[in-house]
């Protein structure tokens, strides 16, 4: 399929998932053609999507991104959510290599320091690793919602990503957050306990504080970066993220 064919299948997708509820919206997705991957950052949201998959027995593989910096209670999350809707979440984790030619350049803790090296910290770290689990996968399901910032206001529910050449599915794009508290509620969905202490968007524990009242949600994110638009590259293309890649010897 080429580029252009895959646009229009995103396209008329995006119409399809629009009528639908999620279950219905996941169901579509898993009876397309091609490998289906959805990438879980152990958020609220993305709990949700996992419990979807997990309740129906949808065929989507369920991948996560273990980046040695992850919160204990979003590394414990893991292993509950597995047991609660039995399946194996994939882990995909950095190479050792690629993190210590960062902490030879930039220092462990260099992200604090500078934007182009909090990039070259999400591209070893978040990147590389998302690059092995879309390995294959013809479709990617993410949990992205309109309501979680500006830069995703515009979220569609279904788009061709150019940069990995597969189709990108968002289910919950149109979804309020009491729309995801009422499914928590409703499915017993295991959640991460740092949403209750402010923490409504959890990355990484040193790039991750709980927001303050009145904050958007995802302002807790890279907090002392002054771009309101911050992102690590996983949904938005960052050219910065890659020149700044150290090479290891």
Request: hydrophobic share 40%; charged share 25%; glycine share 6%.
């Amino acid at each position: 399929m080429t580029a252009a064919d895959k646009q229009t299948t995103a396209d008329s997708l995006d119409r399809q998932l629009a009528d639908l509820d999620l279950s219905e919206r996941l169901a579509l997705v898993s009876r397309l053609s091609g490998r289906a991957v959805f990438t879980t950052s152990l958020g609220i949201e993305d709990q949700v999507i996992t419990a979807a998959i997990g309740l129906a027995r949808l065929p989507i593989t369920v991948s996560t991104l273990e980046t040695g910096r992850l919160f204990k209670e979003t590394f414990d999350l893991i292993g509950e959510t597995e047991e609660r809707f039995g399946m194996v979440i994939e882990r995909f984790v950095p190479e050792q290599a690629d993190i210590d030619a960062y902490a030879a350049k930039y220092g462990l803790n260099g992200f604090y320091d500078s934007v182009e090296a909090r990039h070259a910290c999400c591209h070893v770290r978040k990147l590389k690793p998302l690059a092995r689990a879309l390995d294959g996968a013809s479709i990617w399901v993410t949990g992205l919602r309109r309501g979680q910032s500006g830069n995703r206001a515009s979220t569609p529910f279904a788009e061709y990503d150019a940069e990995r050449d597969l189709i990108k599915v968002n289910p919950l794009a149109d979804w309020s957050i009491e729309d995801i508290n009422a499914y928590v509620e409703r499915e017993a969905v295991p959640t991460n306990p740092l949403h209750k202490r402010g923490y409504p968007s959890i990355g990484c524990e040193p790039c991750t504080r709980a927001i303050k009242p009145g904050e958007p949600e995802r302002a807790g994110r890279w907090w002392w970066e002054n771009d309101e638009k911050r992102e690590c590259g996983l949904h938005v293309a960052e050219a910065a993220a890659t020149s700044a890649i150290p090479t290891p010897a």
